[in-house]
């Protein structure tokens, strides 16, 4: 025992801190407050045409035909229906003892496990703790390289397809390697969560996205994209060197980490001296991980999408895949790697099996998250919430029309995080509004997919934010303080490009 334990402090001067609650604590608060915000907001609806698109000026109010009873078992059951609620398509209700399509998140949720099981197999076998020491050696005098490349590739994917739960299978790699630089835990969420984001919000040709809302605005998804690709250029940047300008500041001095740092995270240095060299099974396994990382995103580029445009069949080489395959990759993955690395059965067993065990936290948040969306669903107030930010965008000039479009649907974006489900529901109201102000129903969905994915960037709800920082062991009000500055710059200069954009025509 310590002589600090040993010592015998004055009871009256030491409280017990309040620590800021974990994310399951804060996600759980949102459920309840979305919850009892459902008895205020009336049920609403719009009309849908044969294309399933809501109808402007549609709106009407319907009766709420829910009990007090039946609203109980929706919050009881929130988590399990966001995990395997199944949505009737005759009620549109999500529940999970009825027939439709799988609403809750039981794929991302798998698929998180599955990577959490490759990873901590490929971390048995030796072959990326040697493999981060000596990249970590090779740049420990550029480092700032990396944060670029990973910043400028993912808002690449982002931008293109939409990259963005996928980026939860790279926290295990690049936690390690970040630190192994002399950065912390918030460098590595700010590269992925920031870069992948400001791809997403900048999307060019992306089919979640601008795919989507293009085709319910009726105007082709190459309208615009000028204008998103001068956006993408300029925001990346700015992101890049905001990252940048925060992990120098936490290498410089390590304690102005806004993350914090966990037992073991300063030992992860790069070594002075150039580490052993490794093995040909470790050199394989390295290179087993990065095929099949690199497989994984050309297996979910919608590639005719990117190159024809939207509604292109598909090339027959492309995959088409999606999370349950992205799983089964990794899963069979994890075996191919254990028995490469010469674990043998036994250990490869018990890798799979630990590697579930640390990533179901994260997993479980996502589940939460989805959980809320399915309250918001159930109850049918979305439509009411849009209805009363559809008459604020109404009556003004074409810059401030531009800008209002953004501002709205921000809440909306928060309460709606699926950017397919967003636009589906926004943007056949908001797009012939555009005609009105006299601008560009192009400019409508610009604004509208900056919206979204500007809001994603911090909503609680969206398994990007919660999940990502949860595998980082990062507290969500720690990033909050992180990314906050960030998205106020992002935001003047979102609504410069789009009043600008407007005023020009």
């Known amino acids: 025992?310590?002589?600090?334990?040993?010592?015998?402090?004055?009871?009256?001067s030491h409280r017990k801190k309040r620590s800021f609650p974990s994310t399951y604590t804060i996600l759980a608060g949102v459920m309840v407050?979305?919850?009892?915000?459902?008895?205020v907001i009336p049920a609403g609806a719009y009309e849908l045409d044969k294309d399933g698109k809501t109808i402007a000026g549609s709106y009407h109010r319907i009766e709420a035909t829910k009990s007090f009873g039946e609203r109980v078992r929706d919050l009881f059951l929130a988590p399990i229906n966001g995990l395997y609620?199944?949505?009737?398509?005759?009620?549109?209700?999500?529940?999970?003892?009825?027939?439709?399509?799988?609403?809750?998140?039981?794929?991302?949720?798998?698929?998180?496990?599955?990577?959490?099981?490759?990873i901590t197999v490929a971390?048995?076998?030796?072959?990326?703790?040697?493999?981060?020491?000596?990249?970590?050696?090779?740049?420990?005098?550029?480092?700032?390289?990396?944060?670029?490349?990973?910043?400028?590739?993912?808002?690449?994917?982002?931008?293109?397809?939409?990259?963005?739960?996928?980026?939860?299978?790279?926290?295990?790699?690049?936690?390690?390697?970040?630190?192994?630089?002399?950065?912390?835990?918030?460098?590595?969420?700010?590269?992925?969560?920031?870069?992948?984001?400001?791809?997403?919000?900048?999307?060019?040709?992306?089919?979640?996205?601008?795919?989507?809302?293009?085709?319910?605005?009726?105007?082709?998804?190459?309208?615009g994209i000028v204008l998103r690709l001068a956006m993408l250029i300029v925001l990346t940047a700015v992101t890049i060197a905001y990252v940048l300008w925060y992990a120098r500041r936490v290498k410089n001095d390590p304690g102005k980490s806004w993350s914090g740092w966990q037992p073991g995270d300063r030992d992860m240095k790069a070594e002075e001296h150039e580490p052993d060299p490794m093995t040909r099974r470790q050199v394989l396994v390295l290179w087993l991980v990065g095929l099949t990382f690199a497989f994984m995103i050309?297996?979910?580029?919608?590639?005719?999408?990117?190159?024809?445009?939207?509604?292109?069949?598909?090339?027959?080489?492309?995959?088409?895949?999606?999370?349950?395959?992205?799983?089964?990759?990794?899963?069979?993955?994890?075996?191919?790697?254990?028995?490469?690395?010469?674990?043998g059965e036994g250990k490869m067993s018990e890798a799979i099996g630990k590697g579930f065990g640390d990533f179901v936290g994260a997993g479980i948040v996502i589940v939460l998250a989805r959980g809320v969306t399915v309250i918001?669903?159930?109850?049918?107030?979305?439509?009411?919430?849009?209805?009363?930010?559809?008459?604020?965008?109404?009556?003004?000039?074409?810059?401030?029309?531009?800008?209002a479009v953004f501002l709205v649907n921000v809440p909306l974006a928060f309460l709606i995080p699926s950017t397919s489900g967003h636009a589906t529901l926004a943007m056949p109201i908001m797009a012939p509004l555009a005609d009105f102000a006299n601008v560009p129903r192009s400019l409508v969905v610009t604004a509208w997919q900056s919206a979204s994915g500007w809001a994603n960037l911090v909503t609680p709800t969206t398994a990007v934010v919660t999940?990502?920082?949860?595998?980082?062991?990062?507290?969500?009000?720690?990033?909050?303080?992180?990314?906050?500055?960030?998205?106020?710059?992002?935001f003047v200069l979102i609504c410069v490009f789009l009043a600008v954009a407007a005023w020009i025509g």
């Open 85 to 118: 609620g199944i949505q009737d398509p005759a009620t549109g209700q999500v529940a999970p003892d009825v027939s439709g399509a799988l609403y809750g998140a039981a794929a991302v949720f798998l698929f998180v496990l599955a990577v959490g099981a490759f």
């Open 467 to 490: 999940g990502g920082i949860a595998l980082a062991k990062v507290r969500y009000d720690r990033y909050v303080k992180f990314i906050v500055p960030l998205m106020g710059i992002l």
């Open 33 to 39: 407050a979305v919850w009892l915000a459902a008895f």
């Open 123 to 223: 971390f048995a076998t030796g072959a990326l703790d040697s493999g981060i020491g000596r990249l970590a050696y090779k740049l420990r005098d550029r480092s700032f390289l990396l944060i670029v490349g990973i910043m400028v590739i993912f808002a690449i994917a982002g931008t293109v397809e939409g990259f963005a739960e996928e980026t939860l299978g790279f926290y295990a790699l690049l936690v390690p390697l970040t630190l192994a630089l002399g950065y912390d835990r918030m460098t590595a969420v700010g590269a992925i969560i920031a870069g992948a984001g400001v791809g997403v919000l900048c999307s060019t040709v992306n089919p979640f996205a601008t795919g989507t809302a293009s085709s319910a605005a009726d105007v082709p998804i190459g309208d």
């Open 298 to 343: 050309f297996a979910i580029i919608p590639w005719a999408t990117v190159i024809k445009g939207d509604g292109a069949t598909s090339f027959p080489w492309e995959l088409d895949w999606y999370f349950p395959e992205l799983t089964a990759l990794f899963l069979v993955g994890a075996v191919v790697i254990g028995l490469v690395g010469g674990l």
């Open 1 to 12: 025992m310590s002589d600090t334990a040993i010592a015998d402090p004055q009871p009256a």
């Open 376 to 403: 918001m669903n159930n109850t049918e107030i979305t439509s009411t919430v849009l209805h009363a930010l559809e008459g604020v965008v109404t009556g003004t000039s074409s810059a401030v029309f531009a800008v």
